[in-house]
């Protein structure tokens, strides 16, 4: 039973605020809890804190931010949310889309300021739909680099994290107001927690291989390269206390994750002039499109495998990013002299993979266009020595979850707000429409951080209240 009676409830503690999952979304909504001078727990299912932050790149899009304009980069609250409004087809709610981008670059320069996390503007590439540079980063550039300076300040702020901690259950009044959740441990045992406001930030229904075929089925048998613990417990919670769930159909994918070795090889490549071809030698989308769409592209290719192919140029880009050397290291990334080297090596067609280069070639110097739409003008036609990586299609994580209203407030089906539970990141419906194609780069850690930072700031104040 997903919610239980508050009547079967016995509480051995208390604590003011509960978050459930310790990624990036709840990590953030306690140290904002903690900013307000009220004492939170956050527990998590695993024995460590990782989520699908770690398995990420760790890029956080934000807007007017003082790593922007160090850089003077004019980047105002509406033209980001136009930028996440035109991606998706103006599909997502505009009172989400602004908060989240009113909120994301106060997000990043209190989390710079306050707790000392350490950030970098990406530069030297801009990514698909983005009308400037606002992709910040941890400066190795991982998800993972990420979460650890995120834990860090937890551990600094005197956050109480509770691992090996699985909420199964929430307990609710009449009225829909939470007074605790039930906890189970690996051993059996478990333990009733009482809290006065309550924050869901465990993501979505990734993990759920059921809930996949039933909402996004060209993705039930896609790898699936988010957290396993992304088990759609706060849908079903959030319903069962009379939430929506809505633009359940919604999700980010990515198109170039090396295969077998399950190393994400950065869309850089591509947004600077590399090009994906399938095992017929043959282009098959434009691959400015996004990444997140390219995923259901890539999938249906024979066999569900492209290649991405680029040259040195390329290679020393790619370097810059901590996956990229780990798939380079582990053997993902191999370098051709030539292209009758790459094509022998890999079992591709020598004449349609040089018809291909050739054609990419044509249309970076001006003499003909690309039939999918994209400009290659402005950058240089691929040069030997080549590399290449083979890759496939995979589910990142689901966009789809609760409503939510601009205060991050879980909004029952009428429209009112359920008295005191919170939800963001996955577990709240992002900001990327219906559609994988609605996806803009970043979406998923932009919601992830803003609405932790907004639920955290509304259940510490509710909490003193109560």
């Known amino acids: 039973m997903t ?8 509480f051995a503690a208390e604590a003011p605020v509960l978050v459930v999952g310790g990624g990036a979304c709840g990590l953030i909504a306690a140290l904002a809890v903690r900013d307000a001078g009220c004492e939170v727990v956050v527990l998590e299912r695993d024995a460590a804190l990782s989520g699908s932050t770690a398995l990420s790149s760790g890029f956080i899009p934000a807007c007017d931010t003082r790593f922007q ?41 209190w989390l710079a300021e306050r707790w000392g996390l350490p950030f970098v503007l990406l530069d030297g590439f801009l990514y698909p739909g983005h009308s400037v540079r606002r992709m910040h980063a941890h400066p190795e550039r991982t998800g993972a680099a990420l979460m650890g300076a995120l834990l860090n300040a937890a551990e600094g702020a005197g956050v109480d994290i509770v691992g090996n901690a699985r909420v199964s259950a929430l307990y609710a009044g009449t009225d829909g107001r939470i007074s605790g959740v039930r906890i189970e441990r690996p051993d059996g045992g478990g333990e009733d927690l009482g809290c006065r406001a309550l924050v869901l930030a465990c993501n979505g229904y990734g993990g759920d291989p059921a809930m996949v075929r039933r909402h996004i089925p060209e993705m039930a048998d896609a790898l699936y390269f988010g957290h396993a613990g992304n088990r759609g417990d706060a849908v079903r919670w959030g319903e069962a206390l009379g939430g929506e769930a809505v633009h359940m159909t919604a999700y980010q994918g990515h198109g170039s994750v090396a295969h077998p070795h399950g190393v994400l090889i950065t869309w850089a490549l591509m947004m600077e002039g590399g090009i994906q071809v399938n095992r017929e030698g043959r ?41 990229y050397r780990a798939a380079d290291k582990a053997g993902a990334v191999r370098r051709f002299e030539s292209l009758d080297a790459l094509a022998s090596a890999l079992d591709l067609p020598m004449a349609a993979l040089a018809e291909t280069v050739e054609h990419a070639a044509r249309c970076a110097r001006g ?100």
Not at 3 to 10: F, K, Q, T
Not at 287 to 316: C, K, M, T, W
Not at 376 to 405: C, K, M, N, S, W
Not at 413 to 422: E, I, S
């Open 283 to 323: 282009r098959f989308s434009d691959e400015h499109h996004g990444y997140s769409e390219q995923a259901v592209s890539v999938l249906a290719q024979p066999d569900g495998i492209a290649f991405n192919l680029y040259d040195q140029r390329l290679h020393d880009l790619g370097l810059g990013f901590d996956d």
């Open 3 to 10: 919610v239980r009676p508050l009547a079967e409830a016995d």
């Open 69 to 109: 304009a160090s850089a003077g980069i004019e980047d105002p609250v509406d033209l980001m949310a136009a930028d996440i409004q035109r991606k998706n087809g103006g599909q997502a709610d505009s009172a989400i889309v602004e908060a989240v981008c009113r909120r994301s670059g106060r997000t990043i320069d």
């Open 367 to 466: 003499e003909t266009t690309d039939p999918f739409g994209r400009d290659f003008t402005g950058q240089p036609e691929l040069q030997p020595p080549y590399y290449a990586v083979r890759v496939t299609g995979a589910l990142f994580h689901t966009q789809g979850g609760l409503r939510i209203d601009a205060t991050a407030r879980v909004l029952r089906r009428d429209g009112t707000a359920l008295p005191n539970l919170f939800a963001g990141g996955g577990a709240a419906c992002g900001v990327s429409g219906s559609q994988v194609w609605g996806y803009l780069s970043g979406n998923g850690l932009l919601t992830a951080t803003t609405l932790g930072h907004i639920a955290g700031e509304q259940a510490a104040r509710l909490a003193a209240k109560a």
